[in-house]
């Protein structure tokens, strides 16, 4: 491993703030028209129990905060690492005591609270699966069959959710006979005998240690359901043994981690990857502590984000791409916000999509402004099934799209797929299959054993291929028009999101079988209000049709086609969408990704309107 020089950088006439980062060592070779490209430089030993941090911990440092949450009150209420290990012994027991198992495991469908940081950890110290499921598909969702799909892929011994008033209806839909409801507050006329959390911290310890012994690196963790596009999400197998490579693979790639304890302020949702595994692990695998953030990247939500972060100064900052954007926009107005939240940050990295250039530059242009230092923004890629790191980009490329070489610890395969790469990976981090689903955990991998991605890579600079990858989209999401000329979805969309910054969410890219490229576009009303001019209550309908935001779309569509040298970059048309995507049907999920499939099965007959000229909505270059 060779850290990058943890001397003053400078861009320009601007001073780079110091971080110390890994850069692995990279062998990169061609065989039979496959690229492989490998970390050299081996990953350290690592821990075989994810909660061998948390024992660890208690020792080292007890009385440190491990995890913290606002009360009713609004001050912090904190656990520290002994008494979260004494509540994990607790609770383990409890869950031994009923009988959970790998094959009963602990369903829990509330959100990021410190009832579900210490269930979560109780269950992992006895060896018991749990599963975290987005608490949208009980609050939001109104058709609860993709809820009900899950609990019968995991067949549940218990189920807990934070507030049985609020999930009611989801539990009296989907809650089955003999799986124990497990409450922290309400009541839930479907089991009016349900389980109150707290009587769980009263079991005391005894046959757990025995069961947290047996604990080894291919015990089951925890399993985490994929967002799924027109099919049924997958649940994916996520070890010890899964979990605590990826975080050794992360304290390599950023040993600052392992100098000073790490300070988390984060949002994102724990039934997802990045949030759940990537950010919570960060915290307890390098001794650090994890604010939770109850904000959101929302106009409703976002000032809790801005009280916390104008409070507690973060380390380094996780966040999606509107939730990067958002903070900026309160950045240019907020002297206070910018000089706690740029005291100690040391570096970003954008999870959920990728962070377009134009966000990514206002970012930069921010740290600038507020501490006179450009503040190093980290790209990679991961996903579910490979808990979830595999590359970054901490060399000397920094730009939106470049995901870097691999992690100590991970292979990295290049397959020809039509015109493009697959990436495929291999290592200690990857899953070893879906859960009671072996026709689709032997279609995830192929005859060498790494995972298939579906996930397009190409190399930044070909006579170099140790520099590196550009993400190049998703293969499935790719298409012909029918001249048969290819369009690439990934880099299409990415710049349509960064050209349009910040008056568009999100694009959908259309023309499978048509003669030309479309697009669907998912506006940013809070933005496009401010372009029409019209007052605060204006209906979306109308401030989409306002001839100031028509005309900016048009001008856009004009400098997107400026440099387009074929039909596969040239667009046509596209269309502006009142709905927001939809979560309940899959468009969309509680992080923010988009789905195009889900969005082009479901708007289809959009679609076909789009092509045939008959929606009014319809704006083209001319």
């Not at 579910?384 to 000397?396: A, D, M, R, V, W």
Request: one cysteine or more; hydrophobic letters at 40%; a negative charge.
């Amino acid at each position: 491993m060779h850290p990058t020089k943890n001397a003053e950088q400078v861009t320009g006439a601007v001073r780079r703030r110091p971080v110390k980062l890994g850069q692995p060592e990279i062998a990169a070779w061609q065989q039979d028209g496959v690229w492989h490209v490998d970390a050299v430089t081996p990953l350290s030993p690592f821990p075989s129990r994810y909660t061998d941090r948390l024992e660890s911990g208690a020792a080292a440092h007890p009385e440190r905060t491990l995890v913290a949450r606002r009360g009713p009150d609004g001050e912090w209420i904190r656990l520290s690492y002994a008494d979260m290990l004494d509540r994990a012994r607790r609770i383990g027991q409890s869950l031994l005591d009923r009988g959970l198992s790998a094959e009963r495991p602990l369903l829990i469908l509330s959100g990021n609270d410190l009832e579900h940081y210490q269930l979560a950890l109780g269950a992992m110290y006895a060896g018991i699966p749990y599963a975290p499921v987005s608490p949208a598909y009980s609050l939001v969702a109104t058709d609860f069959q993709k809820l009900a799909d899950l609990v019968t892929q995991l067949t549940p011994g218990a189920i807990y959710a934070a507030d049985g008033e609020a999930f009611c209806k989801a539990l009296s839909a989907v809650l089955p006979d003999d799986t124990e409801l497990i409450l922290d507050t309400g009541d839930a006329p479907c089991r009016p005998n349900a389980t109150r959390f707290s009587t769980l911290l009263d079991a005391t310890p005894g046959s757990v240690e025995a069961a947290h012994a047996q604990v080894g690196k291919d015990t089951v963790a925890k399993f985490l359901f994929t967002s799924g596009s027109t099919k049924k999400p997958k649940a994916v197998t996520t070890t010890h043994g899964m979990l605590c490579s990826n975080q050794q693979m992360l304290l390599q790639t950023f040993p600052f981690m392992g100098e000073e304890p790490p300070v988390l302020v984060d949002w994102l949702p724990w039934n997802h990857t990045f949030g759940g595994s990537h950010n919570v692990g960060i915290a307890l695998y390098n001794g650090g502590t994890l604010y939770l953030d109850d904000g959101r990247p929302t106009p409703r939500d976002f000032p809790t984000t801005l009280r916390n972060l104008a409070e507690i100064a973060p380390t380094m900052y996780f966040n999606i791409p509107k939730g990067f954007e958002m903070l900026t926009d309160a950045l240019a107005t907020d002297a206070q916000l910018g000089a706690n939240f740029f005291s100690r940050v040391k570096l970003f990295l954008c999870a959920g999509a990728g962070l377009s250039q134009a966000a990514w530059d206002r970012l930069d242009a921010a740290a600038v402004a507020h501490s006179g230092e450009s503040v190093r923004i980290i790209t990679g890629l991961g996903m579910t099934e490979t808990s979830p790191s595999c590359t970054f980009g901490t060399g000397h490329i920094i730009r939106a799209g470049y995901v870097g070489v691999p992690a100590p610890g991970c292979k990295v395969k290049l397959v020809p797929v039509g015109d493009k790469l697959e990436a495929r990976f291999k290592g200690p981090h990857v899953m070893p299959g879906y859960w009671r689903a072996p026709q689709l955990t032997a279609a995830a991998f192929d005859e060498d054993g790494y995972y298939c991605t579906g996930d397009a890579l190409r190399f930044i600079d070909p006579s170099q291929p140790e520099l590196g990858f550009m993400f190049d989209g998703r293969i499935a999401e790719d298409f012909k028009l029918n001249t048969g000329t290819f369009v690439s979805v990934g880099p299409m969309r990415a710049r349509v999101i960064s050209g349009a910054a910040p008056y568009v969410m999100d694009a959908v890219v259309t023309g499978m079988d048509r003669s030309a490229i479309g697009l669907l576009l998912f506006p940013r009303l809070e933005h496009c209000l401010k372009l029409s001019g019209l007052d605060d209550n204006a209906m979306p309908e109308q401030i989409l049709n306002s001839a100031p935001v028509r005309d900016y779309f048009r001008r856009l569509l004009q400098r997107l086609n400026a440099d387009a040298s074929g039909s596969s970059l040239r667009i046509e048309r596209l269309l502006l969408e009142v709905e927001p995507p939809s979560i309940d049907h899959r468009e969309i999920t509680d992080k923010g990704s988009i789905n195009q499939a889900a969005v082009l099965a479901r708007r289809a007959a959009t679609v076909d309107a789009l092509y045939a000229g008959s929606d009014p909505r319809i704006i083209t270059d001319k």
